[in-house]
């Protein structure tokens, strides 16, 4: 059957596409707005007619429906990292989370710990050879492809067809759904003259050439806008946004003087504007892999040179990094922070950045502090920390004893604080 008529064939309503669930499944969805609002705006209106459906997921960017704690008995959400759609669930008890690496996502799911019966996820139009790129959200998204037992795409010309292993042929596919609605767009957050002061201390370390690892949120991003001024970086990142297409546009971004990939961005999902999406249409420029291979401390390790940047919410005079919970509470998840930590550790001259603000809840408490608050997720452990850095200074843990570092993190602690500090330094035996 030639591919056109397979694809006729499989087309459908989104109301009917949905009906391939099953009382019992595990649906796995992409991340951010690789999600398909289609699809699961009608799993939300059905979702009373589902028993005991799950529906995981990192990083959801719309409160569907089905984020209900009066249904979940029904269809209930797995976080894998929370976002805005999802936090209140999860910080009220009603939605619960998976604790996981971001790398190892996909082997979870091949050995059942994660498990995937439906796979809902945009794509892109299908080329002339009957494939879909999944090119928003590669993720564990493939991984999940290979264990389903349903297959459904929701097609929608605005997603870009982008390269890399991130296709699925119309053979595979269970049912189409399709849609033409604008992809969301998520800008750049705004950067104040804290952030501004981060992204200039991270930048005084990044040297022409090297390789970029930009984490999700406000101070990475403010980090990049410090960076117009290098030459010859190269990006193997998981998460593509504005901030590292504005290098490109930049000149700054090449990817000449990668020695692993040379000449390709890699990543695993996307989360910008139309711009970026436009951008990643068919572009030889940038492959979009699953984040078993992105994400790999192993393979993200050959690039020589690799720096990692990501924030934290707190951090204790040893140097472990609290980035995913307000104490027990959970506030995001631990994505690939730790992953590119490690790679960045493995990497031939490469550095590892932990960027956070000194101060929290208006500059009323130090980020810096002598223990974790009590329940805090530690998502960066001691042993694999390496740069810290606030708009007050760097300080360089890898290799220093339990003293050296309470010192240094105390010198990059907002100065209001750093009396008090070292008095628990002291108490502590570290100073």
């Known amino acids: 059957m030639a591919f056109k008529e397979q694809y006729l064939q499989k087309r459908t309503t989104a109301a009917e596409a949905i009906r391939l669930v099953r009382d019992g499944d595990a649906i796995i969805v992409p991340t951010g707005v690789a999600e398909p609002p289609a699809l699961l705006t009608a799993l939300s209106e059905q979702r009373r007619d589902y028993r005991d459906v799950?529906?995981?997921?990192?990083?959801?960017?719309?409160?569907?429906?089905?984020?209900?704690?009066?249904?979940?008995?029904?269809?209930?959400?797995?976080?894998?990292?929370?976002?805005?759609?999802?936090?209140?669930?999860?910080?009220?008890?009603?939605?619960?989370?998976?604790?996981?690496?971001?790398?190892?996502?996909?082997?979870?799911?091949?050995?059942?710990?994660?498990?995937?019966?439906?796979?809902?996820?945009l794509a892109s139009p299908m080329d002339a050879h009957g494939y879909f790129s999944l090119s928003l959200g590669t993720d564990y998204t493939m991984a999940a492809l290979r264990k389903a037992r349903a297959i459904v795409l929701e097609v929608n010309p605005n997603v870009p067809f982008a390269y890399g292993h991130c296709h699925v042929h119309v053979s595979r596919v269970s049912a189409l759904v399709e849609s033409d609605d604008p992809i969301l767009e998520v800008g750049l957050p705004k950067i104040g003259p804290v952030q501004e002061a981060i992204g200039r201390h991270v930048a005084e370390l990044i040297d022409d050439g090297a390789t970029l690892q930009i984490g999700y949120g406000g101070i990475p991003d403010a980090v990049v806008m410090q960076l117009?001024?290098?030459?010859?970086?190269?990006?193997?990142?998981?998460?593509?946004?504005?901030g590292i297409l504005t290098l490109v546009e930049n000149g700054n971004v090449t990817n000449r003087r990668k020695n692993y990939l040379p000449n390709r961005m890699v990543a695993t999902f996307a989360l910008g504007s139309r711009r970026l999406y436009r951008f990643m249409e068919r572009n030889l420029m940038l492959e979009m892999h699953p984040v078993e291979f992105t994400n790999d401390p192993y393979l993200a390790g050959q690039n020589d040179n690799l720096v990692a940047i990501n924030a934290t919410m707190q951090v204790d005079f040893l140097g472990q990094c609290g980035s995913e919970s307000l104490g027990a509470l959970p506030y995001s998840g631990t994505g690939g922070q730790t992953d590119f930590v490690r790679a960045a550790n493995r990497s031939k001259g490469g550095k590892a950045f932990i960027v956070l603000p000194s101060t929290a809840k208006g500059d009323s408490i130090s980020r810096i502090v002598p223990t974790l608050t009590p329940g805090t997720h530690v998502s960066t452990s001691k042993n694999d920390v390496n740069y810290v850095v606030t708009e007050h200074g760097v300080a360089q843990l890898r290799g220093k004893t339990a003293g050296q570092r309470a010192r240094s993190l105390i010198a990059i602690a907002d100065p209001k604080f750093r009396a008090e500090l070292t008095d628990a330094a002291k108490r502590m035996r570290l100073y």
Do not use: N
């Not at 894998?80 to 009220?92: E, K």
């Open 54 to 121: 799950s529906v995981a997921q990192i990083l959801p960017v719309r409160k569907f429906g089905y984020f209900d704690p009066e249904t979940r008995d029904h269809i209930r959400h797995t976080a894998l990292f929370y976002g805005g759609a999802s936090r209140p669930g999860g910080q009220a008890g009603w939605i619960d989370f998976l604790p996981a690496y971001f790398a190892e996502v996909p082997a979870m799911i091949d050995r059942g710990q994660v498990p995937a019966d439906v796979v809902f996820s």
């Open 228 to 242: 117009t001024s290098k030459h010859d970086l190269g990006i193997h990142t998981e998460m593509i946004g504005d």
